[in-house]
């Protein structure tokens, strides 16, 4: 029924009653409630005018006003997208508007949906259910999201990793976790990196399930560290350890790998419960010792260095990777009583391959082999008792590699 229709029923019976004697002019004036700031009716779109809504209040025997602000928690271009002439909607009286003839009133259909809006956040959050929104705003600190109210995500939870512009975010629809809320105070904090964080963790918990030892795979380096790299495996950082980096000696991850760059690995070892895998990237590629033999063949002479020096000789590195012994006996024609005489950690030397067994990343090495032999002779002594490295210093040579020369000399004296 329209404003003017209820009216004109109420004049109706006014004047009937009038003329019966039954109800006088301020009758009339008391038939209507009073309408006071805060309560919720019923209006009737009358109009439309100006992207305002006017409107019959309902039962109250006035008309009010919805200014454009007040139409629609959500985001519109057109009234007509939230109102149309003969509408009925539910709205709270702001204010009345004193100067206006007959007493209209500012009225809002804008926070009546806010009410549900917030009823509906409500119980999002407490079945800790995501929302989707776009973002409405960048300001400093953070986004303004609307979802029907305004939402507010701080610069340190909108993503896992720090991000210096927020512009690009602008229009931008996102889900988001409810982390905070208080309707009566318009109080709305959201978070996308929580929302980023459990589907990473998701994801995780997939990929893992698919992750094979012994697998070789591809990643991506996504972190370096001090002590090796982290490998992005589709979901899942694996940790290649510095010394599983490559086959020779690394200093730092940053020499050999970048990140972003993509290597093939080996899965070590997945710890499905700490949500550990191990990785090798050196287990991909050819080892230095499967083509020794071509670049170190029997009298091949190589410049090499000085890597560890023990009591029974010294271990040259010729290519990365490739150590060979040069035995006491072997590193000059004069008597020496220990390595530390004659050589250095770290010292440039040639050597001579005397002996290459790839099979068991074996090479024997001489010093002397390259050097005039003097007129002095070496004097026999007990070679077992310079015998002291510890496994994995010899693991590679046996005992007569260590004693060398002297060996073969007493075996023919027998």
């Known amino acids: 029924m329209s404003e003017y229709n209820e009216n004109q029923e109420l004049n109706e019976e006014v004047g009937s009653t009038q003329e019966n004697g039954e109800m006088t002019m ?48 959500k985001p519109f271009d057109e009234v007509t997208e939230i109102l149309n002439v003969g509408d009925v909607v539910e709205v709270v009286v702001i204010k009345q508007i004193k100067d206006k003839e007959n007493g209209s009133f500012l009225l809002s259909k804008r926070r009546i949906d806010a009410k549900v809006v917030w009823k509906d956040i409500q119980e999002k959050f407490e079945n800790n259910e995501y929302i989707e929104a776009p973002v409405k705003d960048v300001v400093k600190g953070g986004l303004v999201v609307d979802v029907g109210v305004r939402g507010f995500v701080p610069a340190s939870m909108v993503e896992e990793y720090f991000v210096e512009d927020f512009s690009d975010y602008k229009g931008k629809t996102m889900k988001f976790k409810i982390i905070e809320l208080e309707p009566s105070e318009n109080r709305l904090i959201l978070s996308h990196k929580a929302v980023a964080m459990a589907d990473k963790a998701a994801m995780s918990e997939e990929r893992m399930a698919t992750l094979v030892e012994g697998d070789t795979v591809e990643g991506t380096v996504a972190r370096l560290t001090n002590f090796g790299a982290f490998v992005d495996l589709g979901g899942v950082d694996g940790l290649v350890h510095i010394s599983q980096i490559a086959h020779e000696h690394v200093a730092t991850p940053g020499d050999v790998l970048t990140i972003g760059e993509k290597v093939n690995v080996k899965i070590l070892s997945v710890d499905q419960e700490k949500g550990r895998v191990s990785l090798s990237i050196k287990d991909t590629l050819p080892g230095p010792w499967e083509t020794i033999a071509d670049k170190a063949p029997v009298d091949s002479v190589h ?86 490295a510890d496994n994995e210093d010899d693991s590679s040579f046996t005992l007569g590699d260590v004693l060398g020369d002297k060996l073969k000399e007493l075996q023919d004296n027998e």
């Open 26 to 73: 301020d009758d009339m004036l008391n038939a209507y409630p009073p309408l006071e700031v805060g309560d919720t009716v019923q209006a009737e779109v009358l109009a439309i005018e100006d992207n305002q809504a006017i409107v019959g209040i309902k039962g109250r025997g006035v008309e009010g006003v919805i200014p454009y602000k007040e139409l629609s928690a």
């Open 303 to 388: 410049k090499g260095t000085v890597k560890r020096l023990t009591s029974f000789g010294a271990f040259v590195e010729v290519f990365p990777g490739v150590e060979g012994l040069v035995h006491i006996s072997q590193i000059s024609h004069q008597h020496i009583a220990t390595p530390h005489e004659m050589l250095q950690e770290g010292q440039e030397i040639e050597v001579k391959v005397l002996d290459v067994k790839p099979e068991e990343h074996r090479l024997s090495l001489s010093i002397k082999a390259l050097q005039e032999k003097g007129n002095d002779v070496p004097v026999e002594e007990d070679y077992t008792d310079s015998y002291q």
